[in-house]
């Protein structure tokens, strides 16, 4: 799955682990009335083999290849990415607009501490709304089945899991702390209620 087909809305499965197309002509092709929207989690997309993969699924596995990038690379990519996106957009009498919302939470993380000053304030922006927004949307589905102690000790071990797994840099761009962790841990092994307490705060 490629950064390019993320930010500009298009999900299908592609071969390779390229962020962006070879060649404008192809990325013009890829720029479709979905650009900047979000994807459902549960429309698949299917790839060139015909196969089916869910929205859930591509993530996971743009997730674990940002992981393994530099953090500066990683930037670097994502900021090639957008501008090939924008002259396409522009080339194709379009207006200049990013899907963040599919990114992993490492690359939205780069944008959002844009580290190498390469991120306009609209983009920052975008990122971190995406990044706030996967960790309300990952609230909203643990507690789906209603507000209990068991589901908000089970999105608890998940948030400190989801900790453990991160980057130092991703834990930064969220704003996740040892104290967010440590009270997340809290409600898993004592039934407390003090990570919640400190997000109403």
């Known amino acids: 799955m490629s950064l390019w087909s993320y930010i500009s809305g298009n999900s299908s499965n592609q071969a390779g682990s390229s962020y962006i197309n070879s060649t404008v002509s192809a990325a013009l092709a890829k720029i479709g009335s979905t650009s900047g929207a979000t994807k459902d989690a549960a429309?698949?997309?299917?790839?060139?083999?015909?196969?089916?993969?869910?929205?859930?699924?591509?993530?996971?596995?743009?997730?674990?290849?940002?992981?393994?990038?530099?953090?500066?690379?990683?930037?670097?990519?994502?900021?090639?990415?957008?501008?090939?996106?924008?002259?396409?957009?522009?080339?194709?009498?379009?207006?200049?607009?990013?899907?963040?919302?599919?990114?992993?939470?490492?690359?939205?993380?780069?944008?959002?501490?844009?580290?190498?000053?390469?991120?306009?304030?609209?983009?920052?922006?975008?990122?971190?709304?995406?990044?706030?927004?996967?960790?309300?949307?990952?609230?909203?589905?643990a507690t789906s089945g209603g507000m209990s102690m068991s589901s908000l000790s089970s999105y608890s071990q998940s948030l400190v899991a989801q900790y453990d797994a991160m980057s130092p840099e991703e834990r930064q761009a969220r704003g996740w702390t040892q104290s967010f962790r440590d009270n997340a841990a809290k409600v898993v092994s004592e039934g407390s209620l003090s990570l919640f307490d400190q997000i109403d705060n």
């Open 43 to 141: 429309t698949p997309a299917s790839s060139d083999t015909g196969v089916s993969i869910s929205a859930n699924a591509q993530a996971a596995a743009s997730e674990a290849d940002d992981n393994k990038k530099d953090f500066a690379d990683l930037a670097k990519e994502i900021r090639s990415s957008l501008d090939t996106l924008y002259a396409a957009e522009k080339a194709a009498g379009k207006p200049k607009t990013a899907n963040f919302a599919n990114l992993s939470g490492r690359a939205l993380s780069a944008v959002v501490l844009d580290q190498g000053n390469q991120f306009t304030p609209a983009e920052r922006h975008q990122a971190k709304a995406a990044l706030d927004q996967q960790t309300r949307a990952a609230f909203v589905s």
